[in-house]
């Protein structure tokens, strides 16, 4: 591979007798890595049905990489058992590690694969807000999201200035993995070199240094905050942490999880962590881990969201195990959204998505949404359970009618939770041993 020279010498600087180990590297195939989902499916579970050769990523408990098996066109990935994802680029959700409860955002957040696993950490409990700036990326953002079953959910698209002026001190852990020139990622996508000759660190170093500031400015005394890249250069990286302490003195620099592979940052930052492909096997990467001093205020009640639950939509939700007393429903036109009981967001921003979307009501019935049948389980009534290799999941997720008349389905009706082996892949209605596809079309197999 023919790296552009001037990165070339910025490397053989930064790494000295490292370098040539480092120009090797690229002689090697990227490592493909696939992240489970915590929230469907532990690793003792997975591996002993995936029909996948799967190896442990040593420094993420969740992860692992794969051969030259096509997992993207796997049931299980259409269940949302796992996300596609490069093993470095797993490290920075990992190492801020959210807990159940916290109010968490992910600034830069498309396509969704550090967002998927900080909402799966949360298990249900607290918030998570996923923003990119791109309505369009955002899109594809929040499908990842319900397709991995995260309900407490909000998608926004806005500019990271004005989700700082609407929500000041606002989060306990947030990430910033930021725009950069992507350096790191040379050998496993080699047309941003050109990007990088067109836009390099110089373009990007400016956009970080506004959004980290921002993102301070939404972080709680006491909270968390992760600043990731996938480039090498010290001047998107550690020159971007330096603004920050230099800015925002209450911000201070914290010690990573370790691991063995992981390098230290520069320019006297030592806690800051390099990850480079010829120390470990994954692309190049960047994190610094920071914490604000101070003890966090009481959170203020922000805007909640109400509305009386037509009662079709209730006795549905209670039907499958759904209605929770301590949820705040609410209706935008016909459709059917819940939150949790301490949950809200301010109106004011562009939102693809506000908490679980449920369902729609519609002539005194209800009907369900993709987004719910990912958040149940497997267990209980009103399950078609097929297996794997059975030919109808795969004519299922393409959105056709099945003939289940197989089944001993006991003279069942109405609408059903169709399963691969136990997990959810979406909704049918059974009549006279057909059923009639409710697969969502935009998540169709091609």
């Known amino acids: 591979m023919h790296l552009p020279e001037k990165f070339q010498k910025e490397m053989e600087t930064l790494l000295g007798d490292e370098y040539q ?63 596609l994802q490069e093993p470095s680029a797993m490290t920075p959700a990992n190492r801020l590690a959210p807990e159940p409860g916290d109010y968490v955002l992910d600034l830069c957040a498309a396509p969704g694969g550090k967002a998927t696993e900080l909402g799966a ?3 249900g409990e607290g918030l998570l807000l996923a923003n990119d700036i791109s309505n369009s990326r955002a899109k594809a953002l929040l499908k990842n999201l319900e397709l991995m079953g995260i309900p407490n959910i909000y998608v926004t698209s806005e500019t990271s200035e004005k989700l700082a002026k609407v929500l000041p001190e606002f989060f306990d852990k947030i990430l910033v993995d930021a725009p950069c020139s992507g350096e790191g990622m040379f050998r496993k996508e080699p047309r941003m070199m050109a990007d990088w000759e067109q836009q390099g660190p110089e373009y990007y170093s400016k956009l970080q ?21 996938c480039t090498f250069s010290e001047l998107e990286n550690e020159g971007t942490i330096q603004y920050l302490l230099e ?27 390099r990850i480079f492909p010829h120390r470990m096997n994954g692309e190049g990467h960047f994190l610094a881990l920071l914490e604000k001093e101070g003890e966090p205020e009481k959170r203020k009640n922000t805007t909640k969201r109400s509305s009386e639950l037509p009662a079709e939509a209730k006795e549905f939700l209670e039907a499958w195990g759904m209605y929770r007393k301590e949820w705040q429903y609410y209706l935008r036109e016909d459709r059917l959204y819940a939150l949790g ?69 006991k003279k069942r009706k109405g609408w059903q939770l169709v399963c691969v082996d136990g997990y959810p892949l979406g909704w049918g209605k059974l009549a006279n041993g057909s059923l009639k596809n409710k697969y969502y079309a935009g998540w169709r197999w091609q």
């Open 209 to 229: 240094r506004e959004i980290i500031l921002d993102a301070a400015d939404m972080l709680r005394p006491g909270g968390k905050l992760l600043y990731s890249t």
């Open 247 to 273: 800015q925002r003195p209450e911000m201070k620099l914290i010690p990573c999880a370790p691991y063995e592979g992981f390098a230290k940052g520069r320019r006297g930052l030592e806690d800051c962590v």
């Open 21 to 83: 180990a480092f120009t090797e590297s690229y002689d090697r195939q990227p490592e493909n890595g696939l992240r489970l989902n915590r929230r469907k499916v532990t690793g003792e579970e997975f591996l002993a049905r995936t029909p996948f050769l799967l190896k442990r990523i040593p420094w993420i408990d969740n992860g692992y990489t794969y051969g030259d098996e096509t997992p993207a066109k796997d049931p299980y990935y259409y269940a949302g058992l796992y996300y």
């Open 121 to 123: 950490r949360l298990n």
């Open 341 to 409: 009981k301490k949950d809200g967001m301010p109106e004011n921003l562009r939102y693809l998505r506000t908490g679980l979307y449920l369902g729609d009501c519609k002539k005194k019935r209800f009907e369900p949404y993709q987004a719910l049948a990912m958040v149940l389980d497997g267990n209980g009534e009103n399950r078609i359970h097929l297996n794997r290799e059975d030919p109808r999941v795969i004519r299922y997720l393409k959105g056709e009618t099945l003939d289940v008349s197989d089944l001993d389905l």
